[in-house]
């Protein structure tokens, strides 16, 4: 497992630094986070490369790949080098990758800039990059030398980042602690208390992570909402002027497969109830036309968790409580997401 440090950048950067000797370092940063997270990392590291790509999951993609690992070879890094990947999911999932791959490997660590990406897309060593339109088609499973999580960095996020990395804080409280689950649906967006959260959250998923590393089994409950909703932010990726941030569609598939979970007797309709008022709440609702349907069905026969053409979902048993590689069919997402779209306007 990872070294995870919760704590300034100013402290847990120069400490990891300081514990190996790389022959040279580069950071990976976007537009945003070059311009509003680099400042406060610049002065903390020797001479370095900044490799600069644009924001953006439409940015994720082999070609991108292409211009971090040129370069990485433009500036005749070694296999005793080291990446940082200082921004979101996307640079964190890419970056990670491009590190991993590149001369078969070398040191990267994450330095999460958005709150999605400190409670979930930076730990646990999953790696990649979309594909024709899917996501995270091409990747591979890599432990990050270390994670180094600042959430001062959460301070330039607008409402909307803050909103869709809150999604993965709900999955994780609904799949392993129905005490915090109480706790958080108690309290609007605003009145979150964000450290104590991201340590939650990094601590369900290291310890699921630390007892399935390569998602053969029990890691796979990390997946509950994901089936349905990495459908939905596929499908909307290309339409701009529909297009959902991550956490966004996360929600929309967390209603859609807790009622899934209903239908099959799985949870009660108090524990429904509770999760479709709070998402409602916190995220509004995502108009699905009955043309949007049939298309995200047909995304999610390439989940990576499926087998064959069957499509397996990871499903709430009770609060707190989630089960994998449960068998859906089509008719049964069709009414998932018929919920969701059903009256409560």
């Known amino acids: 497992m990872s070294t995870v440090a919760i704590a300034p950048i100013a402290e847990s950067l120069p400490a990891f630094l300081n514990t190996y000797d790389f022959s040279a370092i580069a950071v990976i940063a976007d537009n945003h986070t070059s311009k509003f997270c680099y400042p406060d990392v610049k002065p903390l590291l020797p001479k370095h490369t900044?490799?600069?790509?644009?924001?953006?999951?439409?940015?994720?993609?082999?070609?991108?790949c292409e211009l971090i690992w040129d370069a990485l070879t433009r500036a005749s890094f070694d296999r005793h080098a080291l990446v940082l990947n200082l921004g979101g999911g996307v640079i964190g999932d890419m970056g990670g990758f491009c590190a991993a791959t590149y001369k078969r490997g070398i040191a990267f660590a994450q330095l999460p800039t958005t709150l999605l990406a400190q409670v979930d897309a930076s730990v646990g060593g999953k790696l990649g990059v979309d594909f024709n339109g899917f996501k995270n088609h091409i990747g591979v499973f890599e432990q990050p030398n270390a994670v180094l999580i600042d959430p001062t960095f959460l301070?330039?996020?607008?409402?909307?980042?803050?909103?869709?990395?809150?999604?993965?804080?709900?999955?994780?409280?609904l799949i392993a602690d129905a005490d915090m689950w109480a706790e958080i649906r108690r309290r609007d967006l605003d009145e979150q208390n964000w450290p104590a959260l991201v340590a939650h959250s990094v601590a369900v998923k290291q310890r699921v992570v630390a007892q399935d590393p390569t998602e053969k089994g029990l890691r796979k409950i990390l997946n509950f909402g994901h089936t349905l909703g990495h459908a939905v932010e596929t499908h909307f990726l290309l339409q701009p002027r529909k297009r959902l941030l991550h956490g966004e569609a996360i929600a929309v598939g967390m209603v859609a497969e807790a009622f899934i979970a209903f239908q099959k007797k799985m949870i009660d309709q108090d524990l429904l109830t509770q999760i479709e008022e709070y998402v409602f709440a916190v995220y509004g609702k995502v108009r699905l036309s009955e043309a949007d349907v049939e298309p995200i069905l047909a995304l999610t026969l390439q989940d990576k968790k499926n087998r064959g053409q069957q499509v397996q979902m990871a499903l709430l048993d009770g609060p707190g409580s989630c089960a994998y590689g449960i068998p859906v069919t089509l008719a049964e997402m069709r009414r998932g997401l018929a919920f969701y779209s059903g009256p409560n306007e």
């Open 155 to 173: 301070t330039t996020l607008p409402e909307r980042e803050l909103r869709s990395g809150f999604a993965e804080i709900i999955k994780h409280c």
């Open 50 to 64: 900044l490799v600069r790509i644009k924001a953006g999951e439409e940015q994720k993609h082999l070609a991108t």
